[in-house]
Each structure stands twice: as C-alpha cells, then as structure tokens.
C-alpha cells in the first residue's frame, strides 16, 4: 500500500477572534502581510485572513466580529494544536525580547533548545505562538532536517540527553563529508 506523501506545509488555519483584532497582531505584531481575505467558504459568518509567514506559504485566520479576545490562555486538551512555532533570523532572535517588552507582550524569556533558541507568548486569543532560530545553518544541498536527522544519530550513538552544538557539529562535518572531491 502507498503513503500519502505531503511535500511540506500547505498552510495552517487558526481560529481567531474579530477581523481587526486578527490583523493587528497577525501583521502589525508578527509582520505577516496581510494579502488577501474572503468570506469563509463553509461558514459564510466567518471571514477568512490570509496572511504571509515569510515563506510564501499560508496562515489563515478565521474571523468573526463577536469574537472578542479574552486574553486566557487557549485550552491545552488531547487532540488540541499546543503551539505554532515560526522562523526567525539570528539577528531578529537578538532582539525579540526587547521587541516584546516595548508592546507590553508577557513571554517567556530565552529558551535554550540546544539546536535552536525559542521565546514564547500568546496571540490575542490565548494561543501560544512561538519564535525559535536555529543556531546553525546546513551546508548546500542539505536542510535543517537533514542535520537534525544526522545529529540525532550521533547524539544517540553517545548516549546523550539532547541534541546539543557538539552533536550538530559533526552531523554538519558528515554530511558536508558526502561531497565530491578530486582528493579522494
């Protein structure tokens, strides 16, 4: 039997609260230009945002003027999206939390993942959004996916914890190993 093969992230679909609300925070907070909207095409109540993440793929946001924020946090339920976690740069990451701190975000503070750097927060509607940074860059013709999928080899292999800078290290010198050279 074949897989259903996904070839990435199509987009993903949150439930917001009303149409300004949504842009503030989604654009005017996060920076996703706001590029399009239309009625929600199974619940003509609803209105549909679509928004740019940076990537040229998709978050969309359905609305409703009588949703209002209750600034809760979201419920955390079996079967339920705990958070969503968007890419930023080094550069961006450095000034995240005085970015938040000047609009009066609460957040987490830094969070040393080992392969990335995260802060978190939640958007108007109590949902919790993350922003991480990988703390390495793949050599050509790999993906952070590759070394991910090779660090964890080596980091098992040794018997650690987590994936961690020594284990990325040489996963990066493996795959950038695999390339051709007239040395040999």
Known sequence: MHKLQSQGL???TMVGADRQTSIDFW???LGMPFIFEQPNLDDPDQGHLYFDPGDGRLI???TNEARKPTGEAAA??????HHVAFSVSQ???SQLVERLDARG??????KDRGFMNSIYFRDPCGMLIELASYRFEPPAGHTHADVLMAA???RVAAGDEAIVDKHLAI???????RRASLSG
Do not use: D, R
């Open 10 to 12: 199509h987009h993903i």
């Open 76 to 81: 955390q339920e079996v079967g339920q999206m």
């Open 27 to 29: 654009e005017g907070v």
């Open 91 to 93: 550069s961006m990451y």
């Open 171 to 177: 996963a990066i010198e493996e795959l950038s190993g």
């Open 152 to 154: 964890h080899k080596v």
């Open 60 to 62: 969309t946001i359905f």
């Open 105 to 110: 975000i609460a957040h987490s503070g830094e």
